[in-house]
């Protein structure tokens, strides 16, 4: 992937997650399929960030140029929210007490997307899913629950990106 097309883009989908843990490869799957659909404009970049979000969304914060919309997608432990559920969140209503339920799993991360939304024009969509599965040791493939939600998620970014 080059990474640098992040810097030329106008709407930049972070897909986050390992895809050796179960639910958590909600995030890099979007993105492959996004990719495959083949039905955006060049200035629209999809990045599967893996584990990797905190470098990326830094980098971004510190560049000259920024994109007018970044879409993150991850996966959730919200108990709020029946597996394989989807809600869209809005960084600042992330309660401090569960901050590790969001699956960006550090609270760096957290403040990195305050900063970069509170210090840039950019439009930030957060977009997660309830993990209905995340095994202790590595077992890829994703629940019945969390593969029922992502062609909506994907559904859901195209709408997003286009506007």
């Known amino acids: 992937m080059d990474w640098s097309k992040m810097f030329k883009a106008r709407v930049i989908v972070f897909g986050c997650g390992n895809t050796l843990y179960g639910d958590d490869a909600l995030g890099p799957l979007v993105i492959e399929n996004l ?17 990797s979000i905190r ?15 970044v879409i993150i997608v991850d996966i959730t432990t919200d108990d709020d929210l029946a597996p394989g559920e989807i ?11 569960k901050i590790a339920d969001f ?17 840039t024009d950019i439009k930030l969509n957060i977009i ?33 990106a286009s506007t």
Do not use: W, Y
């Open 128 to 160: 997660v899913v309830r993990a209905a599965f995340i095994p202790e040791k590595m077992r890829e493939g994703l629940s019945p629950q969390v593969q029922t939600a992502l062609p909506r998620v994907v559904e859901r970014i195209k709408q997003l």
């Open 35 to 51: 990719k495959q659909q083949n039905t955006f404009d060049d200035d629209v970049v999809f990045i599967d960030a893996g584990t």
């Open 103 to 119: 699956s960006m799993h550090q609270f760096p991360t957290t403040n990195l997307l305050k900063e970069l939304q509170e210090n």
């Open 55 to 69: 470098p990326l969304l830094f980098d971004l914060i510190l560049s000259e140029r920024h994109p007018q919309k």
């Open 87 to 97: 809600k869209e969140i809005d960084i600042n209503e992330v309660d401090p007490k």
